[in-house]
């Protein structure tokens, strides 16, 4: 899910409020050398005056990145989609077996690409290692987004890859009832916003309530190693309070088991907030 946002420079405000040094991400993005979220309280940034309209083609647009393995950096020198980089940390810590949770599915394009993910790590990993099938559980409260999301699914996914795809017609703060304990959680995802596109109705969008219990359930779920990203969009009425929220749950997690990091581009208009939870190893 998707919507139109203006988030410039006031990006910059929202995490600099939460820079620690306590919480720097050095786990797997040394090299992007950004700060993590400190434990404070959310604080409001300057809102700037927001760019309503249509979504971008390059938030939409299905990416490169879930087909081959683009690093973090590749995507900050290139289109710097926020997409793309919440694309790559899955990459980064995905595992042949894995369950992946797409928790806004949308039009299924973070579906197909956590899918696409498994498949290529399943065909690449040692055979003679054995591990179970990996699938993807996927969560909209609307039947025109799992319709939209089969249609791509029959496009872009073989029988096979597709028959390890479970779509829920389910708000996402069911997440618990359809993760089984057994399950290796290795990327849990949000796309927040409304369901794009000229048949998407832009009145049903993420709120902040179910948002926020949502993550909390999929931090939750994660394995050691795992992430849980949120793509959070501020041009719609309630969407600065959700990132927000968001940040304030996340900001509170303990440093000794989770690395909480948020990512915007702050010279560009229409920027997402990338918000990234990391279980560490287990020592």
Not at 22 to 38: D, N, P, V
Not at 63 to 88: G, K, L, Q, Y
Not at 128 to 156: C, H
Not at 192 to 217: F, H, I, M, Q
Request: net charge negative; proline share 5%.
């Amino acid at each position: 899910m998707h919507d139109a946002c203006a988030l410039g420079r006031a990006g910059a405000s929202l995490a600099a409020a939460r820079v620690a040094s306590s919480r720097t991400a050095t786990t797997s993005l040394s090299s992007a050398r950004h700060a993590c979220a400190a434990s404070g309280p959310a604080t409001r940034a300057p809102r700037r005056a927001s760019k309503m309209g249509a979504t971008t083609a390059a938030e939409i647009e299905p990416s490169t990145s879930a087909r081959a393995r683009v690093h973090f950096e590749d995507v900050i020198v290139t289109n710097s989609r926020t997409t793309d980089m919440a694309h790559t940390l899955w990459r980064a810590v995905m595992r042949p077996g894995d369950t992946a949770v797409d928790a806004t599915m949308g039009n299924g394009w973070d579906t197909v690409a956590l899918a696409l993910m498994l498949a290529d790590l399943e065909s690449t990993s040692d055979p003679a290692v054995e591990s179970k099938p990996g699938r993807v559980v996927a969560f909209d409260i609307q039947e025109d987004a799992l319709t939209s999301t089969r249609t791509r699914m029959d496009k872009d996914l073989t029988p096979e890859q597709a028959s390890r795809v479970d779509l829920v017609l389910k708000s996402h703060d069911m997440m618990e009832e359809h993760v089984r304990e057994h399950d290796s959680v290795g990327v849990v995802c949000f796309n927040c916003g409304y369901l794009p596109g000229p048949d998407g109705n832009k009145e049903v969008r993420t709120a902040t309530t179910t948002t926020v219990s949502a993550v909390a359930a999929g931090v939750k779920t994660l394995r050691p190693g795992g992430v849980l990203t949120v793509v959070g969009y501020t041009g719609h009425p309630g969407g600065w309070d959700e990132v927000e929220a968001v940040m304030e749950l996340v900001s509170a997690l303990d440093p000794r088991e989770f690395t909480a990091t948020n990512h915007s581009v702050v010279n560009r208009d229409n920027c997402p907030q990338l918000i990234a939870v990391h279980r560490k190893m287990t020592q």
